[in-house]
């Protein structure tokens, strides 16, 4: 025994030689076992949308879980890495850039907001790491300023755009005999391009719009802008902007008599509104991308998948598109990482395979033009009912 001990030991050594300085995802580790491959997320897990940010991060988990359990990347192993940019613009540029430094990192879910999306996409960009979003709906982000050049190839979303939320909102009121209403949106991205293309539709449509106001996305007290729209005696208030701010602008709306009701986009469309607003939500309106979940058989196994995983949070609105988001980049890792050794090289490959994905998603059927645009184009309007959000009815504008 004495004699083969220091012969164990020796082996040892020599297997530690083997590898030491085999970084995750930059190369054959030389001793069968695989590599690894990241899937970043980049989202506010934390704050006043963390109800939305986990739903991201917990979908694209299980969309990772289910791939590594299949084999889905022979030789290798997928990752999450999660950052949290907490809604804010240069928190997500610093963990864009966090995450553009690791050289195991292939591809990246995210942003949740526009306005960060704006911040980070240059620095995925410059990496040449591909980012697809299942919930930035600007169309400048694809399009850019102009509608027509797409600013960065590397950038894809698995939802549609504001220009069709907006048309789709827009007829949504006129249909219900809601031809007055009154705007107001928070100034970020989002919120300010949901209105524009809200208005342009809605006055296209025979609407007019009586009042035209604004808020700042940190403010609680609406009592100074409920009085500049309420003489104007709107049939309605439609919101650009998030649950945070619409829910609190919807009773305080209700309890100054302007007793109408408030629609916004799918930035408001979570359960938390409903919880801010109270109890005079009840008649509010949301429109949110896509058929609801539960409507479609992949989307029913999505969130038996997704009870099954018993993660701490819901999927909430975007679930659905985190996963195909997820999967999306997943099914470009099949191709590019087939014959690479890492992953840092393979990076164009992957951006390259990403644009050309087809399959059957929760949401639809995967696939993205030649801006990176989502090809389904479809929109749903909700209803606040007995507390709760329920369907009324879902539109393909595309």
């Not at 613009?89 to 050289?103: C, E, H, S, W, Y």
């Not at 009586?210 to 100074?224: H, K, L, R």
């Amino acid at each position: 025994m004495k004699f083969a001990v220091p012969v164990v030991v020796a082996a040892l050594a020599l297997s530690a030689c083997g590898t030491r300085g085999e970084e995750p995802g930059t190369g054959s580790t030389g001793d069968g076992t695989k590599k690894t491959v990241k899937i970043g997320v980049i989202a506010p897990l934390s704050g006043d949308l963390s109800a939305l940010g986990k739903g991201i991060q917990h979908s694209v988990e299980l969309a990772v879980k289910q791939a590594n359990e299949s084999n889905a990347l022979p030789g290798w192993t997928i990752e999450v890495a999660a950052e949290d940019d907490e809604g804010k613009a240069d928190v997500g540029k610093n963990g864009a850039t966090k995450l553009a430094a690791d050289d195991a990192v292939a591809g990246v879910v995210g942003n949740l907001n526009s306005s960060v999306s704006q911040q980070t996409q240059p620095v995925f960009a410059a990496a040449n790491i591909v980012q697809v979003s299942p919930a930035n709906t600007g169309p400048s982000l694809t399009r850019g300023a102009d509608g027509k050049t797409r600013p960065y190839k590397t950038f894809f979303r698995t939802c549609t755009t504001d220009i069709t939320q907006g048309a789709f909102a827009a007829k949504f009121l006129l249909d219900q005999g809601i031809n007055k209403v009154a705007t107001i949106h928070d100034k970020k991205t989002y919120g300010q391009g949901l209105v524009q293309y809200f208005t342009e539709a809605f006055k296209a449509g025979g609407g007019e719009v009586v009042a035209a106001q604004t808020i700042n996305p940190d403010e609680s007290n609406y009592a100074p802008v409920v009085s500049k729209v309420a003489p104007a005696k709107p049939q309605a208030v439609y919101y650009g902007g998030e649950y945070p701010q619409a829910g609190p602008l919807s009773q305080q709306m209700k309890a100054a008599g302007l007793n109408v009701p408030l629609m916004g986009g799918d930035g408001i469309y979570d359960p938390t509104y409903i919880q801010l607003a109270g109890a005079t939500s009840n008649g509010d309106f949301a429109t949110s991308v896509g058929e609801p979940t539960d409507a479609t058989d992949a989307g029913k196994k999505f969130l038996a998948d997704y009870e099954a995983a018993k993660y701490a949070e819901p999927s909430a609105a975007y679930g659905g598109y985190s996963y195909d988001a997820a999967n999306a980049i997943i099914e470009g890792l099949k191709v590019a990482l087939k014959d690479a050794s890492d992953v840092k090289g393979a990076r164009q490959a992957i951006v390259d395979a990403v644009g050309k994905v087809s399959f059957a998603g929760v949401t639809g059927q995967v696939g993205f033009d030649e801006f990176g645009d989502t090809k389904v184009k479809v929109i749903s309007g909700y209803k606040v009912d007995g507390g709760k959000w329920t369907f009324v009815k879902s539109e393909n504008l595309g």
